[in-house]
């Protein structure tokens, strides 16, 4: 979990927001991310193949409701971006990948539901019936680091709903969640389109 959820703020513009909780959560959700990749990707280069996977909230130019988390979240996809440029001579991949509206532990928890029972809180949220596992995310991550031709793919911001089409995994219940298709559905109307992918 990245920490960030809490220091949110989606109710103030920028301009009335706090500041020092604002830059806390560009350094959790930043700094995190090079740490992590200044000290692993010197292993990556040395075995000459891997892959890099930068995990965000969507895969769009959309803006996502709160300009910290809206540039938290941005500059995820572009780190990817940036290892891609600078690990592609080394035969080293970096994408970013987004999941739907993720079940995560957190989530259950704000719904207060767990993964056996989570279909109680779609009274609460419609929406969370097209929710995701992590595991969702996690099949779609595998399916990345299994592909012979994963250089094809380095750089680009994926999301689960397009990689269970073209790997053919499922959710662990034999679902196959597609955020995208949902959006477009039920969301569109009311929210604007998703957006062109990066």
């Known amino acids: 979990m990245w920490g960030g959820d809490p220091l949110t703020d989606w109710e103030h513009p920028l301009w009335e927001q706090d500041l020092d909780t604002g830059l806390r959560l560009l350094r959790q959700a930043v700094e995190t991310h090079v740490i992590t990749s200044r000290f692993a990707l010197p292993l990556l280069v040395a075995r000459g193949r891997g892959l ?54 957190a989530v259950l928890d704000h719904f207060g539901v767990t993964e056996d029972n989570w279909r109680d809180a779609i009274a609460e949220d419609p929406h969370f019936a097209h929710s995701e596992t992590p595991a969702y995310l996690g099949r779609a991550v595998a399916a990345l680091a299994a592909d012979p031709d994963i250089m094809d793919k380095t750089g680009r911001a994926l999301a689960t709903w397009g990689l269970y089409r073209q790997y053919g995994f499922t959710d662990i219940d034999g679902s196959r969640p597609d955020w995208a298709a949902h959006w477009t559905s039920a969301l569109e109307d009311e929210h604007g389109p998703l957006g062109d992918p990066l």
């Open 52 to 105: 890099v996977v930068e995990v965000t909230d969507g895969n769009t130019a959309r803006y996502r409701g709160s300009l910290f988390y809206d540039l938290a979240k941005s500059a995820v996809i572009r780190l990817a971006v940036a290892q891609a440029a600078e690990l592609k001579p080394h035969g080293v991949a970096a994408v970013a990948v987004t999941p739907g509206f993720l079940r995560s532990e």
